[in-house]
T-cell receptor, first 115, second 115 residues
Framework: QKEVEQNSGPLSVPEGAIASLNCTYSDRVSQSFFWYRQYSGKSPELIMSIYSNGDKEDGRFTAQLNKASQYVSLLIRDSQPSDSATYLCAVGGLGGGTSYGKLTFGQGTILTVHP | EAGVTQFPSHSVIEKGQTVTLRCDPISGHDNLYWYRRVMGKEIKFLLHFVKESKQDESGMPNNRFLAERTGGTYSTLKVQPAELEDSGVYFC?????????????FGPGTRLTVT
């Protein structure tokens, strides 16, 4: 089992729809969770961070965290063609101890928003 | 505020040669990280500096890789001698020590090709 798993893609949604991206992680010690967006050939861009159970909203983005289920998700409302990218789930501090700063990434989900 | 910068953007070397990658973190960020993405795989952690000290080097693949961070500012990652499997994109990231936030900001990456 991978340490961080994302729902298999690619995911295609029409413009204006809600895109839902999911991620599960293996280690209950983890305390920090991040979503990055990566355009082709570019570096990962941090779009959301979440540390506590529940929802966190930032503009059209909502991150949801459920530590009991070891599950984190990202909702993108009113999806735009410019949202088309690879979305990476990253979990901080897997394994704890001296690895508190380490990010463990999922394989990414490719999102396409079509007009 | 300038972001994380990396040099060079691309490097093509022959097997057995040496390559040195450089990363300049965001000014004031004490945490500096190196990650690598090889073709078709997820981004993998290599190591984490806090100022000039190595906090976690659990992801370094072998002793052909040497990372330094002189004076707690910029960092270099040297690969000597390079092997074919070292090809990939090397990302550097940085974060501040503010509170419990470990939000990491990534540089543009160095694409290394070993032939």
């Amino acid at each position: 089992q991978k340490e961080v798993e994302q729902n298999s893609g690619p995911l295609s949604v029409p413009e204006g729809a809600i895109a839902s991206l999911n991620c599960t992680y293996s280690d209950r010690v983890s305390q920090s969770f991040f979503w990055y967006r990566q355009y082709s050939g570019k570096s990962p861009e941090l779009i959301m961070s979440i540390y506590s159970n529940g929802d966190k909203e930032d503009g059209r983005f909502t991150a949801q965290l459920n530590k009991a289920s070891q599950y984190v998700s990202l909702l993108i409302r009113d999806s735009q063609p410019s949202d088309s990218a690879t979305y990476l789930c990253a979990v901080g501090g897997l394994g704890g101890g001296t690895s508190y700063g380490k990010l463990t990434f999922g394989q990414g989900t490719i999102l396409t928003v079509h007009p | 505020e300038a972001g994380v910068t990396q040099f060079p953007s691309h490097s093509v070397i022959e097997k057995g040669q040496t390559v040195t990658l450089r990363c300049d973190p965001i000014s004031g960020h004490d945490n500096l990280y190196w990650y690598r993405r090889v073709m078709g795989k997820e981004i993998k952690f290599l190591l984490h500096f806090v100022k000039e000290s190595k906090q976690d080097e659990s992801g370094m693949p072998n002793n052909r890789f040497l990372a330094e961070r002189t004076g707690g500012t910029y960092s270099t990652l040297k690969v000597q001698p390079a092997e074919l499997e070292d090809s990939g994109v090397y990302f550097c990231a940085s974060s501040s020590l503010a509170g419990d936030s470990y939000e990491q900001y990534f540089g543009p990456g160095t694409r290394l090709t070993v032939t």
